[in-house]
């Protein structure tokens, strides 16, 4: 079943139950180059695999860009 998280800001249809982890990887974003945030919460890396995500959360996903 189908469910509308908020995605940095923008409603965005996700799988019910899907876990963090499998949304980076939908989104083809290398997470060791991320910080994400649901909710106002930080989670830690170590966390995307198990956190899960349901209706109405609100993700914001930060990508850190190298340069100089």
């Known amino acids: 079943m189908k469910v509308t998280i908020q995605l940095n800001g923008e409603p ?3 799988e019910e139950g899907i876990r963090l982890s499998a949304l980076i990887d ?4 290398r997470p060791m180059r ?3 945030e649901i909710n106002h919460q930080v989670v830690p890396k170590a ?3 198990e956190t899960t995500l349901k209706r109405d959360d609100k ?4 990508n850190f860009v190298g340069g100089g």
């Open 34 to 36: 991320i910080a994400v």
């Open 47 to 49: 966390k995307y695999a």
């Open 59 to 62: 993700v914001e996903i930060i």
């Open 26 to 29: 939908q989104l083809q974003m």
């Open 12 to 14: 965005f249809s996700i």
